[in-house]
């Protein structure tokens, strides 16, 4: 079956340290990546996603993430994280075929301290 | 601005006691998915509708039913529930398949 693998279940950071937040996944065809982001009280919002084309995208915030296909990671990053990117980051994959699931992983929290 | 909306936010039930949560959307979007996410745990997808259609996803326990009386409204129905039910649901909506899905706040319900 598919599954998303997040590592990192709690990361703790520093203000203007810089993130990379693993995921991997299980399905060797296409597919559609994306990251979401929580943050304390509020709804699951997007913070980037790719489709097809460059690898490399760049989603809101200061945050980017990378598709490597080879490796079926798409790993999330920002040079210089702030105390309000504390917040629970769920990556998610999509078959792109006539399903409409998507697949999250268990999450990370990011806790950045100032 | 053009949302998901969720009622209610908390969710008190009794064990057995039928609950219904409410999901509206004014994105005009076709899809509209029902997930559940228990403490710590990924969301996962329980089912969803395209227009009218309804798709359940395998294994989602018959106790979880759904409604959609129109393009704005879900509802999502719990018959029976019991306390492995407790969780957040999340609804979430899309214009289509390919499309980037946008979550609602989510409704936390408790069983007593």
């Known amino acids: 079956a598919q599954s998303v693998s997040q590592h990192n279940h709690h990361v703790i950071l520093s203000e203007a340290a810089s993130l990379e937040l693993g995921c991997n996944y299980s399905?060797?065809?296409?597919?559609?990546l994306f990251w979401y982001v929580q943050y304390p009280g509020q709804h699951l919002q997007l913070l980037l996603k790719?489709?097809?084309?460059?690898?490399l995208v760049k989603g809101i915030k200061g945050f980017e993430a990378e598709f490597i296909k080879s490796k079926f990671s798409f790993n999330l990053r920002k040079p210089s994280v702030q105390w309000s990117d504390t917040a629970e980051y769920f990556c998610?994959?999509?078959?792109?075929?006539?399903?409409?699931?998507?697949?999250f992983g268990s999450g990370t929290r990011l806790l950045v301290r100032p | 601005d053009a949302m998901v909306i969720q009622n209610p936010r908390y969710q008190v039930t009794q064990f057995g006691k039928p609950v219904t949560l409410s999901c509206s959307q004014t994105?005009?979007?076709?899809?509209m998915y029902w997930y559940q996410q228990k403490s710590s745990q990924a969301p996962k997808l329980l089912f969803h509708?395209?227009?009218?259609?309804?798709?359940n996803e395998a294994d989602t326990p018959d106790n979880f039913q759904s409604r959609r009386p129109n393009t704005s409204f879900c509802f999502l129905d719990i018959r029976s529930p019991g306390l492995g039910d407790a969780a957040m649901y999340l609804c979430a909506t899309s214009r289509a398949s390919t499309d980037t899905q946008y979550f609602g706040p989510g409704t936390r319900l408790t069983v007593l």
């Open positions: 998610a994959v999509k078959k792109v075929d006539s399903s409409y699931k998507l697949i």
């Open positions: 994105l005009n979007h076709n899809v």
């Open positions: 509708y395209y227009d009218k259609d309804f798709n």
């Open positions: 399905y060797g065809g296409t597919v559609n």
């Open positions: 790719y489709f097809s084309g460059d690898p």
